[in-house]
Structure formats: C-alpha cells, structure tokens
C-alpha cells in the first residue's frame, strides 16, 4: 500500500493496512509478522526504519505521532494502538 491509496474504514481494514505498511517497510513476508513479533530483535529493524514507519503512517493516515511515541512502536500492537490514539486526536 503506498500514500496514494485510500485510507482504510473499519478497524480491520486499518490493521491490515498497517501490517501492509510495516512490512514493506522492514521488507518481510507478512506471514513472518505476527502482532506479537518485535521488530528491532525479531525481524532486524534499526531506529532509521522505525523512523520510517513513523513517516508513512503519518502520510497514509494524516496524523501526527510525536516521536517519544517510537517506544511504544516495538510490534505491530503498539504501532496500532499509537495509530488509534492519533487518529482519535485529530
């Protein structure tokens, strides 16, 4: 999914647009990602691709997410719960 694509509706289309989003990011098959699975000790990402998520799901989703919020980004929970957050603030 990139930036052009329209932004998901229910919250199940959001988590899946997420799990899109974060694995071509940290460049895996969406089966290796489970929600659970950490990233930086699981599947090699590095503070440049959490920035790097950080970014795409500001453009995808139109928020703001301030960047102390990148320890609670550790798997694809906490990047989902940081999402609702900023979406339920704008």
């Known amino acids: 999914m ?21 694995c071509d990011i940290l460049e895996i098959d969406p089966a290796e990602l489970t929600p659970t699975s950490l990233f930086k000790e699981e ?6 691709r959490a920035i790097e998520i950080l970014a795409a799901l ?4 139109g928020i703001t997410i301030e960047q102390a919020e990148l320890s609670l980004m550790v798997n694809l929970e906490g990047v989902e719960s940081v999402v609702d957050q900023a979406l339920k603030a704008r």
């Open 2 to 22: 990139t930036a052009s694509d329209p932004i998901a509706t229910t919250p199940d289309e959001r988590r899946a647009q997420i799990k899109d989003l974060v």
């Open 43 to 48: 599947h090699g990402a590095d503070s440049l």
């Open 58 to 61: 500001e453009r995808t989703f």
